[in-house]
Each structure stands twice: as structure tokens, then as C-alpha cells.
């Protein structure tokens, strides 16, 4: 690897004390390869680098990009043609034929290799140190960014992970796809399901709700909706416990639980006494014994190995959330995400309504599910006047989610979680009431009912039934 001094600056300020002078990595042998294959071969070479290296900021040398630019700005002309006496030709007009070596230089460039068979394998060593260098850029930003004493902290540390993940996911981005590969990989992928090898997506432990949706899957926006006080958060906390225990799944999942309303404790203690399967009034109301040591010490027990991690931040922004998903997703490479709950979430700037800043929250919700390949499991409010106006047994539909229209188009599957609050109340321990969880949207699937048990004792939902594929007619 060849090395050419060059010094790093921001806005015309040094970065002397910050980051030394030194090269940025490039290698000047493969940057001439590449050039000399897309001289002595246009076809198809140039193609092969517009693909692969799309800008001429991919070549370390100013003298490289040059030439680059030049060849395609005449590939792109269907009146010229690309070789030594058009690019010679192009440069003396624009007089920079001497600035670049002059038609020596050139003729030497195109003599540099003696086949153009590894185009493709040059090409991507090109992208690796052009990575390498835009993360090098990125990071000398930031550190001229942090001593810049009217910064806002968050801000900039939003700012800073947001332009690393561009980086990343720049490198990773393929915008065309052939579809001969495409129904390949496909075909392999649905096989495996076919065969149980693979999973369509992660159980949540409701069979007859899997069954519908195909659990909860990469990239997918699952929005779980409920009136106030019907047991959203409960359901959730349900799911979360049926993803992440070893009692409860064979093959346990990482799940980042993101609380506005409850804080961290106030979350484990619930799942710990739902485990247990007592409620939690038997430790004020003094009413615990031996018996129910033992099952809380289990408890504690089968949560010894969970991975769940609980951020309990009020009034969190789509930016913050962004932020505190990357580090999990690469730090402990979350498996699903659970936000609790949208409507008390925040837009990162001003918006002019309350419908605007839900709609910035779920757009931002969705494409973090996209941008991390995680499904995201998010709770929404329904609204108030739904009771008014239907009737307290009336069951919710998509126009009863609070605010925002945009959460049903953004989201790939809807569901609301109905049943009678009344039910509920003065209800026996070990006694449980009906409830429905209602599949309202499914975007790659089937609607429909699953009936539940409440027992709000000790705050589960479980299934009415035990499942069978007759609950869930073809549709």
C-alpha cells in the first residue's frame, strides 16, 4: 500500500493536535489497475466501475480522479468513445492534460497490467479503503465537533452516530438485484421454512397469533393498540417474557424494552411476580408466605440468564431511540425492540401538529426496523372518545388509533387487544376474564380473533384454547 501525505482540516480550521499529518490508506497499484482496465477494455469495464465505484472520490489520488471523471463523462456521451486519444483529447481541452502526468502518464497507465480479468476484486479493494477513509473523515469531524464549546451534547452525539451508520450502511447498500438470484435465494428460504429449518419469524409465544402473522419478523413495524387501562403494556411484557426465558423458548432472544411510561423497576418487578404467578399486592397487603418464596426465588432464578435491557427514558425522541437501538443492536445484537408506547414519544424538531409529530415518530420507527433487520413490537393508544361514541364493548377498528393515520399505513401488521375493563374489577385470584386480540391489518397475511384469558391477579394473558390450526381458517 502506497502512502501520500495528507493533512486533515475542517472548515479551513487544522486539525494539528487533533489528528497527526499522515496518509489515509489507498492503494495507488489498484487505483492505476483500475483505470488502465477501463482504458484498454471500456466494455465492460467502465460499467463494472460505475457499479462498483460509483463517484470519483473512491480514488486517494486527485490525479486518478481525474482521469475517472473524464472517462465517464465520455462513456456517457454516446457521440465519443472511450480510449487514450479521447481522454488525452479531453483533458488538453479542459487544460489539464499537464496537471495529470500529460499523454506519457497516460500511455504508461494503460500499459500497467496485462489483463482485466480482475476488475470486479479491484474494485472492491477501492471501496474498502474509500470506507476506511470516509470513517476517518467522519471521526476527525467529530472530534473537531466536541471541542466546539456551544455544542449540544445530545445533538452531537446523535450527529456522530448518525453519520457512522451512513458509512456503514453505505458500504452494505445494493440498490439492483437480479431476480434469477433473487427466486434462487427465495426458493432456499421458503424450503427451509417448509422443511422446520427455519422460522418465519420469532414466536412470541401466542401459537394461534404466529399462526396468523408468522411471528414477529425482520424489518416489520407490530403495532399493538389497546384503550387505557385494558393491558397493552401486560400483553407486551408477556410477549417479552415468552422471547427472552429459557423456560419458555428454545432458543432464547436479546429484546431491547424501551419504557416511557413505567420505569426500569417498576418493569422488572411485574415480570418477576408474573413468572411467579403471584400478584403483587401479596407483599404490602402481608398476606406472602414460604410457598410463595419459593416460587419467587424460581423466578429470580429463570431470569438469571435473560437478555432483556430496559431503558426507561420519559418524553424519548425518534433520534434518541435511534441512537440507543444502534448501540444495542452492535454491542449485544438485540434481537427485537419494544417500544411502550408511541403517543408519548417525541419528533426530533418542531412540528406544526400533534398529527404531524406521530407521523414523524412512525415513519422513524419503521425505517429503524428496516435499517437494523429487527422487528419492532410498538404499543399506541386508541382514543378516549371511542368509549363515548361506541361503547365500552364496541371492539376498535384501524380509524380508532389515536393521532395519526400514518401509524396504520406504516405499520406492516395492526392489532388491538379488547375486553371488558369492568370484567376485571373485584375479580377472584386464580380467576380470569375474556379478551380478544384482534389482527386488524396484516400486510403479508391474514386478519382475524384470538380469544384470551386475563388474569389480572397476577397480569397474564393466556391463550382461551389450546391452539390448532382449525382456529385459524384459510383466508
Not at 311 to 323: K, N, W
Request: hydrophobic share 40%; charged share 30%.
Amino acid at each position: 500500500m502506497a502512502f501520500e501525505t495528507k493533512s486533515v482540516a475542517n472548515n479551513g480550521r487544522p486539525a494539528e493536535g487533533i489528528i497527526p499529518d499522515r496518509a489515509q490508506p489507498h492503494d495507488s497499484a489498484v487505483e492505476r489497475a483500475v483505470l488502465a482496465a477501463m482504458l484498454r477494455e471500456p466494455e465492460p469495464c467502465v460499467d463494472i466501475a460505475i457499479e462498483h465505484l460509483r463517484t470519483p472520490e473512491v480514488f486517494y489520488s486527485h490525479v486518478h480522479r481525474e482521469i475517472f471523471r473524464v472517462i465517464l463523462l465520455l462513456h456517457n456521451d454516446p457521440k465519443k468513445e472511450v480510449d487514450l486519444v479521447s481522454v488525452a483529447h479531453q483533458l488538453r481541452t479542459e487544460e489539464k492534460l499537464d496537471a495529470v502526468g500529460g499523454e506519457v502518464f497516460l500511455a504508461e497507465l494503460e500499459g500497467a497490467i496485462a489483463t482485466t480479468v480482475n476488475m470486479e476484486a479491484w474494485c472492491l479493494i477501492l471501496r474498502k479503503y474509500a470506507m476506511l477513509r470516509k470513517m476517518i473523515d467522519v471521526c476527525s469531524e467529530s472530534l473537531l465537533k466536541c471541542y466546539d464549546s456551544d455544542a449540544d451534547a445530545g445533538t452531537l452525539i446523535e450527529t456522530i452516530e448518525t453519520d457512522i451508520f451512513r458509512v456503514r450502511g453505505e458500504e452494505e447498500s445494493n440498490s439492483i438485484f437480479g431476480i434469477q438470484e433473487l427466486i434462487k435465494g427465495e426458493f432456499k428460504e421458503l424450503m427451509a421454512i417448509l422443511e422446520g429449518k427455519k422460522e418465519v419469524g420469532i414466536p412470541t409465544g401466542y401459537a394461534q397469533l404466529d399462526n396468523y402473522t408468522g411471528g414477529l419478523k425482520p424489518g416489520e413495524m407490530f403495532v399493538l393498540a389497546a384503550r387505557p387501562s385494558i393491558g397493552k403494556t401486560t400483553l407486551a411484557l408477556n410477549v417479552v417474557r415468552n422471547l427472552v426465558l429459557p423456560t419458555k423458548s428454545p432458543h432464547p432472544r436479546r429484546v431491547a424494552f424501551f419504557s416511557l411510561e413505567m420505569t426500569a423497576e417498576q418493569i422488572a418487578r411485574r415480570l418477576l411476580c408474573t413468572e411467579a404467578g403471584m400478584p403483587e399486592s401479596v407483599f404490602w397487603n402481608k398476606t406472602f408466605n414460604n410457598n410463595d418464596l419459593s416460587k419467587l426465588t424460581g423466578a429470580v432464578s429463570a431470569f438469571q440468564k435473560a437478555k432483556l435491557f430496559i431503558d426507561p427514558t420519559a418524553g424519548l425522541t425518534i433520534a434518541e431511540l435511534r441512537a440507543k437501538a444502534r448501540r444495542l443492536k452492535m454491542k449485544e445484537n438485540i434481537d427485537v425492540i419494544v417500544i411502550d408506547y408511541l403517543q408519548l414519544m417525541h419528533a426530533d424538531g418542531r412540528t406544526d401538529s400533534r398529527q404531524q409529530e406521530v407521523a414523524e415518530i412512525s415513519g422513524g420507527i419503521k425505517k429503524l426496523a428496516k435499517d437494523l433487520k429487527v422487528p419492532i413490537l410498538v404499543l399506541a393508544q386508541l382514543n378516549r372518545e371511542v368509549d363515548k361514541t361506541a361503547g365500552a364493548g364496541a371492539k376498535p377498528k384501524l380509524a380508532h388509533l389515536r393521532e395519526s393515520g400514518t401509524i396504520e399505513q406504516d405499520a406492516d401488521i395492526v392489532t388491538f387487544l379488547h375486553r371488558n375493563r369492568d370484567d376485571a374489577k373485584n375479580l377472584a385470584d386464580g380467576k380470569s376474564t375474556e379478551a380478544l386480540w384482534i389482527i386488524e391489518k396484516n400486510r403479508n397475511g391474514r386478519t382475524g380473533e384470538i380469544k384470551l384469558n386475563f388474569f389480572a391477579s397476577k397480569m397474564e394473558f393466556l391463550p382461551a384454547s389450546p391452539f390448532s390450526e382449525e382456529d385459524c381458517p384459510a383466508g
